[in-house]
């Protein structure tokens, strides 16, 4: 029968749970215990930044920070499991060793500095073109068409979304920088 | 060794398959203060009953003394048990419930009583207070001092550890005569060999039953007992006998006659009893992580067919 | 095989045991024996590198027990054709005219060009056709790669049908007897000397392929880098092809060859590559010489008929999207804006460039060099003659701090304050933080949907190369010069939303989809016009936005639809789940049994009908059509060839072009093999990629002089617990305890031999560096007998580096460069080393070891 | 002394559940940890790096207060006789179509990787609630059993009286910890994290009645496949600690996997062990009569 829970437990034991192995022991906070991803503001469907299998993922957030991810049951590549990777992808995301600030070490330097985005975008910007028009092949000795740089190499995409690569092919052909590659080769 | 499936665990001598030779159970985390706790509860426990009865037959000297050291004991207890917690602030949780289940919820409700009861007891030794209420405090406190001397033993005897656990049976009785031995020593220490007869025949009677049941309790566990004998556990096994028999010597040649002899032998004598009570100890954490001590007895006991039927093929 | 899927696709790995409890059985061939092996109903463990061996075996066994799917292979593969009777296979004595004829065959085909270290293919065409392959160069350029130098994507057939057939298959001539007898000398006991397995895993393992294709079965080979990591990479993967084309499993339910790819998007990143070699669609780039028009340029690399038969319209699509209005016919749809390639210029011929001083940028996206690539310390002395660095990734990686964190620092060769490398580093959004789609190893496309905003200075790339290439524009405009008006006239303004002003994903991907004339978007590629009123971004994924719906948006419980689940997600071509899945019926379009059926024709309706899947066949053309004689595209496939991108239909058995190493697959040793091959004269593949250079210098191998300095098996692997180089496991602590240290599996016996001690250290040496990591001796390495000699394998796993929470040796340090010539990807899986107890000796004592073992192994220091 | 423990629903009335549990079949463990990693990112269970052990690919060592779950390896070398699921070699030779069984060794060299997720047992007489004194270990109303962080005062009873190992003291914080079976999660409906993340279903969730008897026809297709030694482990109520929450197939002695092969929950001892405190107590009382009054005066 029910036992007023306010009772101090080893009165509440004495009522019905002589042992005090069970209800008796219960505490207000294990009475009240909930999932935290319960109250959480959205939850968005993803999928898993590691491997190709393409594993469902649902991801909870809470004020506007990432509290759980977890598998999604929908998927029908996945039904709803992870592997350590993706398990860990909360964890990956959230990482203490994360870095959130542009960082810029000066030729020579033995040290980082801390610059601003904009100011970042703005020297790469400079330096793109500068490389660009010094390594600049219009022609080949014989006179047929390259218009093209070899003096600027671009490494990655495989962890990028398709419309990222999409994009990087597309400026980087523009621009005559062809050299472009990824993990796929690797 | 990953490569097979573990070789260095034995048991009787064979080899014992386990996983890369881990223990199966952890390693009790109590720290110095429990052992030294076993050795000052059976101290206050024993006290007790020795100023009682002391009181009863009218040797008001000894008596005082026991009680006070009752009172000593009682207090430093609590404080050993207290440091030794995880959170030491939540010691009160202790009382958050009572569980005849649990050895050390039933002793630290022992505990409490004791205290109290020895706490009024020296309350009115010294100020003359609450004098009905000590005509009770007394022989509770004296009452107490038994299971508080020896519950102890129910706590490490109740664990899944195979040298405490094989020993129940022995253990409360090694636990009585080291807390008897205790109290005797104590006595001899603060009374004047003139009223401090009784403690002499306590603590050389004493001394008897520990060598006895410890002797008993070791023959029985056959090889559970090593633990007992080996590593840091059989050199306070031996240091144990040593100053035991030493401090019971010179209690037997010079004890009624000097004071001093007298102390040192109930000095020797306390020093008997703490280092039995860390063997114990010791020997329990040995057991304990020695993956061979439990799985080999075990399932020694699945191939005789005694086994609880954990597996089903 | 070539793959290890419990320990690298674990949750795939599900579908493996719930095959295994209906009764499937499940081979793992392996030099180790792993967590997939575990699970094994047999583990077959082979000398890493001998792949093609035990796969020719497997070819060999079918033969010879008549094991093949007679129908299919006729029907479907290019087995009936005759190849030119100039065509001379490795197992002739061929026409060495300076070595001195020794009793085994050359090991060559026709053609060999020693000088170029090239083949002149013209011998290897399909009987009838003209010795030109198409209008393009004849002779294959060793630098340029595969696409280029014969035609992309099949040669020209007039009326798509080979002009010599033999359907009976007993012709001299014909692919199917060139396969007997190619793959003859591939018996059981030779492929046990050459892989160190037993004659009777071979069989076990053929026999189990046999007993369960056909009709009422099929059987599928997972493979992954164990197969790609070599110098013969892309004819490991031919002879796996050849065996599931004999047994007739490709394009139907249960077979398949699946390739296991490691990085979520690493098929999205070469369908819509960053790839220096293709453009979107595996449309190859123009070459300078080879197509000076467009029309050249379609003439060489499409043939007439076939899918490819429409290259002119998604050519003319993907420029329009990219130069909308500035591309129009009069300038070739700005042709001319596109670069031309003529050589090699992935990672490492440019990493080569840059030792040369030649590279003046770099940008590192998610990618980690100095850890992941071979032969890391050249990566960073390249990396040092650049003159700017962009690295973008979770946090300062090994390669964004080579500049004052690296071994050569430890030893002195190299001191921070000479690097003058300026170095930018950039945060990157994590996946939870911006919207995006991921192609995974099925060619699904996956949309990730943003959970919240990145803080701080951390951008998606999407971002980061939008406003860089804002920013470009901005400084290039008013620009006179000829060179930018590519960038100018660039399609490049995205509509843009949240805090951060971020381009629009779906908008983006819109354009991938493509437009017709009034801007609505299409829903098939075979919608495009080479006229220049559609656009498309990327003609195989044309209707990923068909009909407005963002198709890898779709999330339809995988309760509401069947096991194809054709409503979550969208895989090109026209959300096709299983390709060629029109070889799932037989030539009449029946299904090839009821247990099988997949894709089907319903008569009555004049449609391919299939059990959920889209069919990857014109929906109306039915199993007897025959195209008339001057048809083009898809219109010149007949109604009984599934295999719609080649130019006849037929799937390649035999491959006439494309390949530069050969058209059937040869066992070659790899480039450092303590052993020599027993079948060929030829050592190893003729046409491997070498860079002999100081950096980059070669073990002695074989029966060359020294070859016994490094006399065991080398073998780089991943874990589970770690992701490829570290960047994204290291520094998450929940991955990086499971796995913390670096370590090394050797067997006892190699233990015993070099005094190591389990659980100690043990230091590895090559040419190019010396490594220490823990040693784990286990029996799941297992000494295996080459030749009457016992070999031994070291396994290393290549995840650590010098940054993160957890930190150890790279095992790439160990590597050489050294590549397969069709894809230019490095040989990591199999190299040769030494194994000594004990932790490497610090600072310069370490460079000095690996110069002493130079010395002794005769390697020009 | 028996304890009627198994009255714990009733002390719950109406808000009992029926008991849930895990059943771990390690056939189709492939090792991959996923269990440790999605239990210790859902509790945000502080990192724990052991350093490379050697324990084949076992860093975590065993359960503690900072793994609730533990992947075990064990790499074995065993004689592939033929009635233990023929070799495929040997059927080959002998050209005969055979069922290779679920897990079979290859001939000659007979190599086996057993690979097992351990986990608290959840057990039906639990030593660990029994002897807890301050009932922060209770009994759920799920029948699982939980450490309440806000009581346990690190008095480290359990930490002895559990004869798995599986509870432990977390350093710096002092109180001890283990697996949950995701009470939290329970509450609101969702499965456990480790079930949730095991990619082959090697973990099951699930009402503990219906797993047994999923466990059982396991036990028969295994053994019908010539997985001679595969045992069901503490996966009824008779053994020593009356049946438990969280049982398990395993492929070969429980101690392999480094699991006691005979647990007993030391309360069924407990009525002798107050007998035998109570005998002495009064021994004690009697030496110290004696001693009193036993002498010359």
């Given amino acids: ?140 000795d014989e006179g047929h068409p390259l218009h093209r740089t070899l003096g600027i190499h671009f490494l990655g995409g495989a962890t990028l979304d398709s419309e990222e690569n999409y994009l990087i092919k597309k400026f980087f052909c523009a621009a005559g920088a062809l050299s472009i590659e990824n993990q796929a080769r690797i | 060794m990953s490569v097979d499936d573990g070789r260095a665990a034995t048991w009787e001598g064979n080899p014992v398959r386990s996983y890369h030779e881990q223990p199966v159970l952890k390693k009790p985390i109590w720290t110095w203060e429990i052992p030294t706790y076993f050795f000052t509860g059976g101290l206050g426990g024993a006290s007790a009953g020795l100023a009682q009865l002391a009181e009863l037959q009218g040797n008001g000297v000894l008596a005082r003394r026991a009680w006070t050291t009752a009172a000593a004991a009682a207090a430093v207890s609590p404080t050993l048990l207290i440091s030794d917690l995880g959170r030491p602030k939540r010691f009160l949780n202790m009382l958050r419930m009572f569980k005849v289940s649990s050895p050390m919820s039933v002793g630290s409700w022992i505990l409490v009583a004791a205290g109290t009861c020895n706490a009024t007891v020296t309350l009115n030794a010294w100020t003359g207070a609450l004098p009905r209420l000590r005509q009770i405090a007394a022989p509770a406190g004296a009452l107490l001092g038994l299971p508080m001397s020896t519950y102890t033993a129910a706590l490490v005897a109740n664990t899944a550890v195979p040298a405490w656990h094989e020993a129940r049976r022995e253990l409360p009785f090694v636990f009585a005569s080291g807390a008897a031995l205790s109290a005797g020593a104590a006595a001899l220490i603060t009374t004047p060999p003139a009223y401090a007869a009784p403690a002499r025949r306590l603590a050389l009677g004493a001394v008897v039953c520990e060598m006895v049941s410890s002797m008993m309790m070791e023959h029985r566990l056959g090889e559970h007992a090593r633990p007992y004998k080996e590593g840091l556990a059989g050199k306070l096994g031996w240091a144990r006998r040593l100053s035991m028999v030493a401090g019971a010597a010179m209690l037997h040649r010079r004890g009624e006659s000097s004071h001093l002899a007298a102390a040192g032998a109930g000095s020797m004598l306390l020093a008997g009893a703490l280092a039995k009570r860390w063997q114990v100890f010791r020997a329990g954490v040995q057991s304990a992580t020695d993956p061979g001590n439990v799985i080999g007895p075990q399932r020694a006991a699945v191939e005789r067919g005694e086994g609880h039927g954990a597996v089903r093929r | 095989m070539g793959s290890n899927m419990a320990e690298q696709h674990p949750v795939g790995f599900q ?86 004829p020794d009793l085994r065959p050359a090991g060559l085909f026709s053609g060999w060009n020693p000088d170029d270290l090239a083949y002149n293919v013209d011998t290897w065409g399909y009987a009838g056709t003209s010795v030109e392959l198409g209008a393009g160069k004849s002779e294959q350029q060793a630098d340029v790669s595969g696409e280029q130098a014969h035609g992309a994507h099949g040669m020209e057939l007039e009326h798509g049908e080979p002009p010599e057939l033999d359907n009976t298959m007993r012709d001299h001539h014909c692919v199917l007897q060139l396969v007997r007898r190619h793959f003859a000398r591939y018996t059981p006991e030779v492929v046990a000397g050459i892989c160190g397995c ?33 110098t013969i990479s892309v004819q490991n993967i031919r002879a796996a092809s050849i065996v599931q084309l004999l047994l007739g499993n490709i394009g139907r339910p249960g077979g398949g060859l699946l390739a296991l790819r490691g990085h979520a998007n690493i098929q999205g990143s070469t369908d819509i590559p960053t790839l220096y070699n293709i453009l979107p669609g595996y449309i190859p780039m123009p070459h300078p010489v080879s197509h000076p028009t467009l029309d050249h340029f379609v003439e060489l690399n499409g043939p007439s008929t076939g899918a490819w038969g429409n290259l002119k319209s998604y050519m003319v699509s993907l420029m329009k999207a990219w130069w909308g209005e500035a591309a129009t016919p009069e300038n070739d749809f700005c042709f001319d804006h596109l670069p031309c390639i003529n050589g090699d210029h992935s990672h490492y011929a440019m990493m080569m460039r840059a030792l040369d001083g030649g590279l003046k940028g770099m940008f590192c996206v998610g990618q980690n060099p100095t850890v992941g690539s071979a032969n890391t310390k050249l990566m960073r002395l390249a990396l040092a003659k650049v003159d700017w660095l962009v690295i973008r990734d979770f946090q300062p990686t090994e390669t964004a701090t080579f500049w004052k964190d690296s071994p050569e620092h430890d030893s002195g060769e190299v001191r921070t304050e000479d690097i003058q490398t300026e170095v930018f580093f950039l945060p990157c959004a994590a996946h939870t933080e911006k919207d995006g789609c991921f192609t995974n190893t099925q060619r699904l496309l996956q949309w990730h949907e943003q959970a919240c905003e990145p803080k701080d200075d951390c951008r998606s790339d999407l971002h980061w190369v939008y406003y860089l290439g804002k920013a470009i524009r901005e400084k290039l405009r008013g620009s006179e010069d000829p060179a930018d008006r590519a960038i100018l006239e660039l399609t490049w303004d995205y509509p843009v939303k949240g805090a951060h002003r971020e381009p629009d994903a779906e908008a983006v991907l819109r354009e991938i989809n493509g437009t017709g004339p009034d801007g609505n978007l299409l829903a098939s590629y075979e919608e495009l016009k080479d006229d220049g009123s559609t656009t498309c971004g990327s003609w195989i994924h044309c209707g990923i936005y068909g009909d407005g719906v963002n198709k890898p948006a779709r999330k339809r419980p995988r309760s509401e639809q069947n096991w194809i689940a054709q409503e979550w997600g969208w895989s090109w071509p026209k959300d096709v789940r299983i390709l060629y899945n029109r070889a799932s019926a037989d030539p009449a379009g029946r299904p090839w049994s009821e247990r099988k059926r997949y894709v089907w024709w319903d008569p009555d309706q004049g449609q391919w009908a299939s059990l959920g899947d889209s069919p990857d066949f014109p929906g109306d053309k039915s199993p007897d059509f025959v195209p008339d004689s001057d048809a083009k595209a898809l219109e010149a496939i007949s109604g009984d060839k599934p295999f719609i991108l080649h130019p006849d239909g037929r799937a390649w058995m035999y491959a006439p072009s494309g390949i530069v190493d050969g058209p059937l697959p040869t066992h070659y040793e790899p ?7 027993v079948l060929y004269r030829q050592q190893k593949n003729p046409t491997r990629q070498l860079f002999s250079r100081p950096e980059n210098p070669y073990n002695p191998s074989g029966s060359d002089p020294g070859a016994d300095v490094f006399p065991f098996v080398l073998s780089t692997y991943r874990l589970t617990e770690h992701h490829t180089a570290g960047g994204m496991s290291r520094s998450v602590p929940y991955l990086a305890e499971l796995a913390p240290e670096m370590f090394c599996e050797v067997s006892p016996a190699l233990a015993q031999e070099r005094g190591l001690t389990h659980g100690d250290w043990a230091t590895i040496v090559t040419a190019r560096a010396a490594i220490e990591a823990r040693v784990l001796v286990t029996q799941r390495i297992k000494p295996l007998t080459v030749h009457g000699r016992t070999t031994h394998l070291v396994g290393v796993p290549f995840h650590w580096g010098g940054v993160g929470i957890v930190t150890g040796d790279s095992g790439n340090e160990l590597l050489s460069v050294a590549l397969d010539n069709n894809a230019h990807i490095a040989e990591y899986k199999v190299a040769t080393c030494d194994i000594r107890p004990g932790r490497r000796p610090r600072g310069r004592g370490r460079l000095e070891l690996v110069e002493e073992y130079r010395r002794r192994a005769g390697i020009a220091s | 002394m028996t304890l009627d423990v198994r009255q714990w629903s009733a002390t719950y009335g109406a808000d009992s559940k029926p008991r849930m549990g895990f059943f771990t079949d390690t056939s189709i463990c492939i090792g991959c940890k996923a269990c440790e990693v999605a239990c210790k990112e859902w509790n945000q269970i502080p990192t724990s790096i052991q350093g490379f052990t050697g324990n084949s690919y076992d860093n975590t060592i065993a359960l503690g207060a900072n793994t609730w779950r533990h992947v075990a390896f064990v790499e074995q070398r065993l004689p592939a006789g033929v009635e233990e699921g023929a070799s495929p070699v040997e059927a080959s030779a002998r050209a005969q179509a055979i069922n290779w069984g679920v897990q079979t060794y290859q001939e000659g060299d007979g190599l086996r990787w057993l690979m097992a997720s351990d986990v608290c047992k959840h057990c039906t007489e639990a030593a660990c609630l029994e002897v807890c004194p301050t009932g922060a270990l209770f009994r759920t109303e799920f029948g699982t059993v939980v450490v309440q962080e806000d009581v346990c005062n690190g008095c480290g009873y359990c930490v002895a009286a559990c004869p798995f190992g599986v509870l432990d003291q977390r350093e710096d914080d002092g109180r001890v910890w283990k697996c949950t079976l995701c009470y939290d999660r329970l509450k609101d409906g969702l499965e456990p994290a480790c079930a949730k993340a095991c990619p082959t279903d090697s973990i099951q969730f699930g009402e503990l009645a219906e797993l047994r008897s999923r466990a059982e026809r396991r036990l028969d297709q295994l053994q019908s496949a010539g997985q001679r030694r595969a045992q069901l482990y503490l996966a009824d109520d008779e053994n020593g600690v009356g049946g438990a929450g969280a049982f398990f197939l395993l492929l070969d002695d429980p101690e392999v996997y480094g699991l006691p092969p005979d647990p007993v929950d030391t309360t ?15 021994a004690l009382a009697l030496g110290l009569a004696a001693a009193v009054f036993g002498g010359r005066g």
Avoid at chain 1, 26 to 32: A, E, H, I, L, N
Avoid at chain 1, 33 to 50: E, F, G, H, T
Avoid at chain 1, 103 to 116: L, P, Q, V
Wanted: aromatic letters at 8%; one cysteine or more.
């Fill in chain 3, 15 to 100: 579908w493996v045991l719930e095959a295994k409890e209906r009764g499937a059985k499940f081979i793992h061939v392996d030099p180790r024996f792993t967590r997939t092996s575990a699970m094994a109903d047999l583990h077959v463990p082979i000398r890493a590198g001998t792949d093609i061996a035990f796969l020719g075996g497997i070819v060999n066994y079918i033969l010879e027990h008549d094991a093949w799917f007679e129908d299919y292979v006729r029907h479907y593969t290019n087995a009936p054709v005759i190849i030119k009777r100039e065509f001379h296979d490795t197992e002739d004595q061929g026409s060495y005219a300076d070595v001195p």
């Fill in chain 3, 198 to 230: 037993s004659p009777d895993h071979l069989i076990a393992v053929a026999q189990a392929l046999c007993e369960n294709s056909g009709r009422e079965r099929t059987s599928a080979i997972a493979y992954s880098v164990g197969w790609t990591h070599h």
């Fill in chain 3, 671 to 677: 480039q450092e093999s303590p052993f020599k091959n």
């Fill in chain 1, 1 to 140: 029968m029910a036992v007023p829970q306010r009772l101090p437990p080893v009165v509440r034991q004495l009522a019905s749970d002589r042992l005090g192995l069970a209800r008796a022991a219960q505490t207000k906070r294990s009475r009240q215990l909930k999932a935290r991803i319960v109250d959480a503001d959205r939850v968005v469907q993803s999928i898993c930044p590691y491997c190709a299998v393409g594993c469902g993922q649902r991801v909870y957030v809470k004020d506007e920070r990432v509290i759980q991810i977890e598998g999604d049951p929908d998927s029908p590549v996945s039904r709803g499991r992870l592997c350590p990777k993706g398990a860990a992808s909360e964890a990956l995301v959230n990482s203490p060793k994360r870095e959130s600030r542009v960082k810029y070490r000066r030729a020579g330097s033995s040290d980082w500095e801390y610059i601003s985005l904009e100011q970042a975008t703005d020297m790469i910007a400079e330096r793109f073109i500068k490389s660009r028009r010094e390594s600049w092949e219009q022609e080949d």
């Fill in chain 4, 268 to 282: 069924r001892d407990l009525g002798s062990i107050w007998g035998a405190t109570a005998a002495a107590g009064a």
